[in-house]
């Protein structure tokens, strides 16, 4: 089944402590991206990768890193989180070869920092 | 003004209602468009593309405006299933680096 994997999907941390949520994807898609999606702000790209070793900022990059050193995977990293980071975090992924938009999206990643 | 703009609603319609929700970008290269559905708590999907001669998908109808920068989706005899928030997407165009989503619409379908 063709699917977007995140983990965790529930998670509550305290300030400083490092975390990372994994996002992996079975489609071999070239493009993956991480959104944050707050009440009354919408869905807001953090950081996206247009293949492997390929990264860019998204609009909301600050406190986050990602890395992309395989095309299936695509960690986010928090290195010392605040509660200002408190949010649900999703993953997507999408293919580029016919300009094709439709991003695939992962279930979502429920983060509070306390 | 927000690049994607969109009334938040609630908007609270009978089944079998037609009922119609707008958007407005203020990018005026923007060159794709698509409506997302996203159920609560849950992950947006896509519900279709929205082309430039408009477009029919089964009991839902997207149009595009470009000279008024606005899209629209029309969604005819509502079900109690289509209860769901409605994002109005919007690319620049090029590669997919660049998807900006407005806040969405939320539509509650009584019975």
């Known amino acids: 089944e063709a699917q977007v994997t995140q983990n965790p999907r529930y998670l509550i941390t305290v300030t400083g402590k490092k975390l990372t949520v994994t996002c992996s994807q079975n489609?071999?898609?070239?493009?993956m991206s991480w959104y944050r999606q707050d009440p009354g702000l919408g869905l807001r790209q953090i950081y996206y990768?247009?293949?492997?070793?390929?990264?860019d900022k998204g609009d909301v990059p600050e406190g986050y890193k990602v890395s992309r050193k395989e095309k299936r995977n695509f960690p986010l990293i928090l290195e010392s989180p605040s509660p200002n980071q408190t949010s649900l975090y999703f993953c997507?992924?999408?293919?580029?070869?016919?300009?094709?938009?439709?991003?695939?999206f992962g279930p979502g990643t429920r983060l509070t920092v306390t | 003004r927000k690049e994607v703009e969109q009334d938040p609603g609630p908007f609270n319609v009978p089944e079998g209602a037609t009922v119609a929700f707008n958007c407005t970008y203020s990018?005026?290269?923007?060159?794709?468009f698509f409506w997302y559905r996203q159920d609560c708590r849950k992950e947006p999907k896509l519900l279709m593309s929205?082309?430039?001669s408009g477009n029919e998908d089964g009991r839902f109808t997207a149009q595009l405006n470009r000279a008024s920068q606005y899209i629209s989706l029309l969604i005819r005899d509502s079900k109690l299933s289509d209860s769901a928030t409605y994002l109005c997407?919007?690319?620049?165009?090029?590669?997919?680096?660049?998807?900006?989503f407005g806040t969405g619409t939320r539509l509650q379908v009584t019975l």
């Open positions: 997507a992924s999408s293919s580029t070869l016919k300009g094709l938009y439709e991003q695939y």
């Open positions: 990018n005026s290269a923007s060159q794709s």
């Open positions: 489609m071999n898609h070239e493009y």
């Open positions: 997407v919007v690319n620049l165009g090029g590669t997919a680096s660049k998807l900006t």
């Open positions: 929205v082309y430039s």
């Open positions: 990768s247009m293949n492997v070793e390929v990264t």
